[in-house]
């Protein structure tokens, strides 16, 4: 997923070789984590799909199935394995993830201490931020959920990035040895504020904490306490709304509840009728998707004051 090794340029033309693991994309909505294996087959709706026809190819393929029909080989970039991974818990998507990458002023060689690490989702972005040579120390109280976090960028080929620990950072705080060696730190805890005291002392001067809580009165404890060690605290919500654009009679959508099913419908009638409905112009049309999402959590964030 990375070049994890510092001495290599990152190249985008890399080709998929046995043992890679890549995302098998169908539609925007339709995606799956597929490792290549050079026995393997892959079968969906659109027929088989043999493992040995896609080493060699480069990343973003059209490849075929023995019916003819298509999949594209995508590499796995962390806005994909976010949308592909086992949710073991709630995870963060891409608006709140970006969000959170752009305000602890992530740059390769960061150190970033994570707690819970949870599915994975964030982790895998954070790793992107700070690669070739900074490191994620990712924390999760339940061990069975780290060890499958741990499996998981294993996978991906984040092991040299990110070490997973189990740990009730809640109950015990982060570990001594990690003390003012953080760049930066994300809490996504139940009751957060109880382990600021311990981020505070792992951040080092100038240090950024980031606390997301999908409850507003988690929000108001948390501030209560980051208010004696931060400063610059501010909260943010963040929306995002997802559009699609296709090419279709305005008809079919305005007779649409759902969208994609009268549009299937009408492409139907279109080829069972001899030009009555085909012959009625197209436009290109825009909407909001239904499946666009709402409030997802809030996003705290707040500066360590300087005690020089």
Same mark, same amino acid.
């Given at each position: ?147 499958? @976090? =741990?499996?998981?960028? &294993? %996978?991906? *080929?984040?092991?040299?990035?990110? !070490? ?121 049309? @825009? =909407?909001?998707?239904? &499946? %666009?999402? *709402?409030?997802?959590?809030?996003? !705290? ?8």
């Amino acid at each position: 997923m990375l070049p994890c090794d510092p001495t290599k340029s990152l190249s985008f033309d890399r080709r998929i070789a046995e043992g890679d693991l890549v995302i098998v994309y169908e539609r925007h909505d339709s995606m799956k984590p597929v490792k290549v294996s050079a026995n393997g087959v892959f079968q969906n709706r659109f027929g088989a799909f043999k493992h040995s026809g896609w080493i060699g190819k480069p990343f973003g393929s059209k490849v075929l199935s023995n019916k003819g029909g298509y999949v594209y080989l995508l590499a796995p970039t962390p806005e994909l394995w976010t949308l592909v991974l086992s949710h073991r818990t709630q995870i963060l998507y891409i608006a709140d993830i970006s969000f959170v990458i752009m305000y602890l002023e992530l740059v390769p060689g960061c150190v970033v201490l994570e707690s819970g690490t949870g599915s994975g989702s964030l982790t895998t972005s954070l790793a992107r931020a700070i690669a070739p040579n900074g490191h994620v120390h990712t924390f999760d109280f339940h061990e069975q959920r780290a060890a499958s @976090a =741990r499996e998981d960028f &294993e %996978t991906c *080929g984040l092991s040299s990035l990110v !070490t997973v620990i189990v740990r009730d950072i809640q109950g015990e705080g982060f570990p001594d040895e990690l003390t003012g060696k953080a760049d930066s730190v994300f809490l996504d805890l139940p009751q957060p504020w109880l382990a600021i005291p311990s981020a505070a002392r792992m951040l080092q001067q100038d240090g950024v904490i980031c606390s997301f809580s999908p409850c507003i009165e988690q929000v108001q404890k948390s501030c209560l306490a980051l208010k004696s060690s931060f400063t610059d605290i501010r909260t943010f919500e963040v929306l995002l709304s997802h559009y699609e654009v296709r090419e279709s009679s305005m008809r079919s959508w305005k007779d649409s509840d759902g969208g994609l099913a009268t549009l299937k419908a009408c492409k139907k009638r279109q080829r069972s009728t001899n030009g009555e409905e085909s012959s009625k112009p197209l436009s290109t049309v @825009a =909407r909001k998707c239904g &499946e %666009t999402r *709402g409030h997802t959590g809030y996003l !705290t964030f707040a500066r360590l004051c300087c005690t020089s």
